[in-house]
């Protein structure tokens, strides 16, 4: 067997046809169309308005407690940070002052 060192296309540029011609669509006598009318709205304005204050108030507490949740890290990672640094330097001091 030998290998061919082609990569085959995974997306042909056309489409491959079953048959040698295309098929026209063809219109059926007596078929009869349906009007569809639009549906009514089942909520009003005052609906929406009342919806979209209270997602707000569900987006600023959650928008809240992201802070609460951003500050508590912030806060424990800085004492790590601080009690790491310290210690780097008594290190440092201690190892290059001999």
Known sequence: MSESNEIPDPMPATRKRTSATAKKAVAKKGVQTLEVKAPTPLLSLDDYKK??????????????????????????????????VEF??????AEFSK
Do not use: C, M, P
Not at 60 to 78: C, I, M, P, R, T
Not at 88 to 93: C, E, G, L, P, V
């Open 51 to 84: 919806d979209i204050i209270i997602r707000w108030q569900i987006h600023s507490y959650e928008v809240d407690l992201l802070g609460k949740d951003l500050q508590f890290a912030y806060n424990a990672v800085s004492k790590q940070f601080v009690t790491v």
């Open 88 to 93: 780097i330097k008594t290190r440092y001091q």
